[in-house]
């Protein structure tokens, strides 16, 4: 990042990215999936911070679990499902989870209900990790601060 970072933004108005970058045998229930990217405004790079915004019947992801890396969640609005090894939590505004990194539950969220839902994640930026998709033929090798997705035999898609 070059420039001084701005001191307060208004989260809409982050850069976007939309959908996934699964392959795309995979990426069909996360596709209009929208987070507004915070921290790489203000240039932080020890975490990462997302506003993200599911429409009904949208994923934020298949689901996985990281060897090297911490998420969190909070929701600001709407209903998810959080989909884990312990079954299905509903989750309301004012709701979170964490997911400590190597615990091996995998865990994704859903958008069950018929209106949007807003959450807020946080996670650590590590410039390796990997991260195991639970349901799916699915790894993401992260190298140099990217992620890879490969089969769970190492070989590519």
Same mark, same amino acid.
């Given at each position: 990042?070059?420039?001084?970072?701005?001191?307060?933004?208004?989260?809409?108005?982050?850069?976007?990215?939309?959908?996934?970058?699964?392959?795309?045998?995979?990426?069909?229930?996360?596709?209009?999936?929208?987070?507004?990217?915070?921290? @790489?405004?203000?240039? $932080?790079?020890?975490?990462?911070?997302?506003?993200? !915004? /599911?429409? &009904? %019947?949208?994923? =934020?992801?298949?689901?996985?679990?990281?060897?090297?890396?911490?998420?969190?969640?909070?929701?600001? @609005?709407?209903?998810? $499902?959080?989909?884990?090894?312990?079954?299905?939590? !509903? /989750?309301? &505004? %004012?709701?979170? =989870?964490?997911?400590?990194?190597?615990?091996?539950?995998?865990?994704?969220?859903?958008?069950?209900? @018929?209106?949007?839902?807003?959450?807020?994640?946080?996670?650590?930026?590590?410039?390796?990790?990997?991260?195991?998709?639970?349901?799916?033929?699915?790894?993401?090798?992260?190298?140099?601060?990217?992620?890879?997705?490969?089969?769970?035999?190492?070989?590519?898609?």
């Amino acid at each position: 990042m070059t420039g001084k970072p701005p001191a307060t933004i208004r989260a809409s108005d982050a850069p976007q990215r939309n959908g996934s970058r699964y392959p795309k045998i995979y990426s069909g229930p996360c596709e209009a999936r929208q987070k507004f990217i915070l921290g @790489d405004v203000f240039g $932080l790079d020890q975490f990462g911070v997302n506003l993200a !915004v /599911l429409p &009904p %019947g949208a994923w =934020a992801s298949q689901r996985h679990w990281h060897e090297g890396e911490d998420e969190f969640i909070y929701v600001v @609005d709407g209903e998810l $499902l959080l989909v884990d090894d312990d079954g299905e939590h !509903v /989750l309301t &505004p %004012g709701m979170c =989870a964490g997911f400590k990194a190597g615990n091996g539950n995998g865990h994704h969220l859903k958008n069950a209900s @018929d209106s949007p839902a807003t959450y807020l994640e946080v996670g650590t930026r590590l410039k390796a990790d990997r991260a195991h998709f639970s349901d799916v033929d699915m790894l993401a090798v992260k190298t140099d601060g990217a992620f890879r997705f490969v089969k769970r035999d190492g070989s590519d898609f």
